[in-house]
């Protein structure tokens, strides 16, 4: 089965740097990688998706980048801002049939005012 | 419009009690995934329902855990004879049908057992 490994596992910036997060994944067949947001105590929430016929896909300051040879994906933040401090995890989209999500084990990212 | 929907938010236990927690997804979405997330760590798969029936189950840690989807919507996980090592945030997703949608998650049940 799927499996995603993600780095760093804690990331401190200063306000208006960029972050940058880095997942690897197992299965070639995966097509679909989805990056959530949680902050402490909440709903993981969607930043970002993309999808494996598409190399980079950006939405303001937040842009990811895949790479299906190498198996593997980033996300970018750019210029960032006190409220972006959260946990971010990364997941691969499994093509069992279920497309159950696997997930990484998080990066907890601080940005310092 | 409205998310998904989890109740109790928190439901403190003793160990060897039986639990139930409720899941209501976004109106219109067949797929209902549960995950269990332990601090710290990323959601792990329990079981996945397209509509009524429970298509992957292989997440579930053991016949203590079972869940139902009787009429396609609200769904229910039930935890018998409960141990502390069952106590994580046992979140809930619903997406539009499954295959590669987004799955959009609710906020969680914590649930301790003591």
């Known amino acids: 089965g799927e499996n995603v490994e993600q780095h760093p596992s804690t990331l401190s910036v200063q306000e208006g740097d960029s972050a940058v997060i880095k997942c690897t994944y197992s299965?070639?067949?995966?097509?679909?990688f989805p990056w959530y947001k949680q902050e402490l105590g909440k709903r993981p929430q969607l930043i970002i998706d993309?999808?494996?016929?598409?190399g980079e896909k950006k939405d303001q300051r937040i842009a990811v980048t895949l790479n299906k040879t190498a198996k593997h994906f980033s996300l970018h933040i750019t210029e960032t801002q006190p409220e972006d401090s959260a946990v971010y995890f990364c997941?691969?989209?499994?093509?069992?049939?279920?497309?159950?999500?696997?997930f990484g084990t998080g990066t907890r990212l601080k940005v310092l005012a | 419009g409205a998310g998904v929907s989890q109740t109790p938010s928190n439901k403190v236990t003793e160990k060897g009690k039986y639990v139930e927690l409720r899941c209501d997804p976004i109106?219109?979405?067949?797929?209902l995934y549960w995950y269990r997330q332990s601090l710290g760590q990323g959601p792990e798969f329990l079981i996945y329902?397209?509509?009524?029936?429970?298509?992957?189950d292989s997440g579930l840690p053991n016949d203590r855990f079972f869940a139902v989807r009787p009429e396609g919507s609200v769904s229910t996980l039930k935890i018998q004879r409960t141990e502390r090592g069952d106590s994580a945030v046992y979140l809930c997703?619903?997406?539009?049908?499954?295959?590669?949608?987004?799955?959009?998650f609710g906020p969680g049940t914590r649930l301790t057992v003591l």
């Open positions: 997703a619903s997406s539009l049908s499954g295959f590669e949608d987004t799955q959009y």
């Open positions: 299965d070639s067949a995966s097509n679909y």
């Open positions: 993309i999808r494996s016929n598409v």
């Open positions: 997941a691969a989209s499994e093509d069992s049939g279920t497309y159950k999500y696997i």
């Open positions: 109106s219109g979405h067949t797929a």
């Open positions: 329902f397209q509509g009524t029936g429970a298509a992957d």
